[in-house]
């Protein structure tokens, strides 16, 4: 029996010797790092085992429209052999995406790397020289070998749904493998301290973050508003984290708290991603009172440290809602 004493401090979990300091959490459950996973086959393969395969992925709150993971998946794959087989785009090319939240967003996410393809989402509502700036921090974006793709548009609907699975399945015929250290996405700092700059993430970063919600135990699957746009980091972990966990995510094209209340009231939505402004709003804002969210179980908060007096001013106003402070 091995009697060796680790030198890992079990409390803060400093390691004197290597001057690294461990999680203290337990182990992830992780693929092997040699499995030929991407992040979006990743949390797709985690949602058709979970105990709702078929719920409901996405709702637009403007429209109401939805879309089952079953139809999600099918679109998925559908746009992907477009991307592949029309497009041309293959492993390593870069997609730039400027486009506001809609439910379209996780479907073209899912496709993109799916193949491979590097996803690099920004702000829409950047300036044209912020824009510019984004296209040269990355140097496989200014060749530009393929076209622009609306997304707006009846032919991008079309392409969602025309290729069906017997068509796609020649998907599986072309793919390529792929190693979970290979770079799955290009995001974007907010540029608060200088120009924006972006962060390189692997296939396995996202997946480690997806894995770390795995032990979640619920008895149906929850309702989800994230009020972060997709491009942002948070927004974008967000959705890989939701398919996973089979969660139903309500998709608001720009955040307004009299538009966030009523799709807690009309959608039943128990979850609230947000930043503190938000509850800063909820907590003071007489709106609150003309719409029924008795169904709000969570709100989780995150990008700054609330005040305490935030915090107690919400907590007696929604004495039924947990609040969290994540990072």
Same mark, same amino acid.
């Given at each position: 029996?091995?009697?060796?004493?680790?030198?890992?401090?079990?409390?803060?979990?400093?390691?004197?010797?290597?001057?690294?300091?461990?999680?203290?959490? !337990?182990?992830? /459950?992780?693929?092997?790092?040699?499995?030929?996973?991407?992040?979006?086959?990743?949390?797709?393969? &985690?949602?058709?085992?979970?105990?709702?395969?078929?719920?409901?992925?996405?709702?637009?709150?403007?429209?109401?429209?939805?879309?089952?993971?079953?139809?999600?998946?099918?679109?998925?794959?559908?746009?992907?052999?477009?991307?592949?087989?029309?497009?041309?785009?293959?492993?390593?090319?870069?997609? %730039?995406?400027?486009? !506001?939240?809609?439910?379209?967003?996780?479907?073209?996410?899912?496709?993109?790397?799916? +193949?491979?393809?590097?996803?690099?989402?920004?702000?829409?509502?950047?300036?044209?020289?912020?824009?510019?700036?984004?296209?040269?921090?990355?140097?496989?974006?200014?060749?530009?070998? /393929? &076209?622009?793709?609306?997304?707006?548009?009846?032919? %991008?609907?079309?392409?969602?749904?025309?290729?069906?699975?017997?068509?796609?399945?020649?998907?599986?015929?072309?793919?390529?493998?792929?190693?979970?250290?290979? +770079?799955?996405?290009?995001?974007?700092?907010?540029?608060?301290?200088?120009?924006?700059?972006?962060?390189?993430?692997?296939?396995?970063?996202?997946?480690?973050?997806?894995?770390?919600?795995?032990? +979640?135990? &619920?008895?149906?699957?929850?309702?989800?508003?994230?009020?972060? !746009?997709?491009?942002?980091?948070?927004?974008?972990?967000?959705?890989?984290?939701?398919?996973?966990?089979?969660?139903? *995510?309500? *998709?608001?094209? &720009?955040?307004?708290?009299?538009?966030?209340?009523?799709?807690?009231?009309?959608?039943?939505?128990?979850?609230?991603?947000?930043?503190?402004?938000?509850?800063?709003?909820?907590?003071?804002?007489?709106?609150?009172?003309?719409?029924?969210?008795?169904?709000?179980?969570?709100?989780?908060?995150?990008?700054?440290?609330?005040?305490?007096?935030?915090?107690?001013?919400?907590?007696?106003?929604?004495?039924?809602?947990?609040?969290?402070?994540?990072?």
């Amino acid at each position: 029996m091995d009697q060796t004493i680790s030198p890992i401090d079990p409390k803060s979990g400093f390691n004197p010797i290597t001057k690294i300091f461990h999680s203290m959490r !337990p182990l992830l /459950h992780l693929p092997l790092e040699d499995t030929h996973f991407t992040i979006a086959e990743y949390a797709l393969s &985690r949602q058709a085992d979970s105990l709702w395969p078929d719920a409901i992925a996405l709702i637009n709150s403007a429209t109401s429209h939805q879309l089952s993971y079953s139809d999600f998946t099918k679109q998925v794959k559908s746009l992907a052999f477009y991307l592949q087989n029309v497009t041309k785009l293959s492993k390593n090319d870069t997609m %730039f995406i400027l486009c !506001p939240n809609s439910i379209q967003v996780p479907v073209l996410y899912f496709s993109l790397l799916s +193949l491979g393809v590097i996803v690099s989402p920004a702000n829409p509502i950047n300036t044209e020289s912020e824009i510019l700036h984004q296209f040269t921090t990355c140097h496989k974006l200014p060749k530009l070998k /393929h &076209r622009t793709i609306l997304m707006d548009s009846p032919e %991008f609907d079309l392409i969602l749904t025309m290729f069906p699975a017997t068509t796609t399945a020649q998907l599986e015929n072309k793919k390529v493998k792929f190693c979970q250290s290979d +770079l799955a996405t290009i995001l974007y700092s907010l540029g608060t301290t200088g120009r924006v700059k972006g962060v390189m993430l692997t296939h396995r970063n996202l997946m480690t973050v997806v894995a770390g919600y795995a032990k +979640l135990e &619920r008895q149906s699957p929850p309702v989800m508003l994230y009020t972060m !746009p997709l491009f942002h980091v948070v927004g974008f972990f967000s959705i890989f984290k939701s398919v996973a966990l089979s969660e139903t *995510v309500v *998709v608001m094209e &720009r955040f307004e708290l009299k538009k966030m209340l009523r799709g807690v009231e009309e959608f039943k939505i128990t979850h609230v991603a947000c930043a503190p402004p938000v509850v800063v709003a909820m907590a003071k804002s007489d709106l609150v009172d003309e719409y029924d969210i008795k169904s709000l179980e969570m709100v989780a908060c995150g990008g700054a440290p609330l005040g305490k007096d935030v915090i107690k001013a919400f907590a007696d106003k929604f004495p039924m809602v947990d609040l969290w402070q994540v990072s």
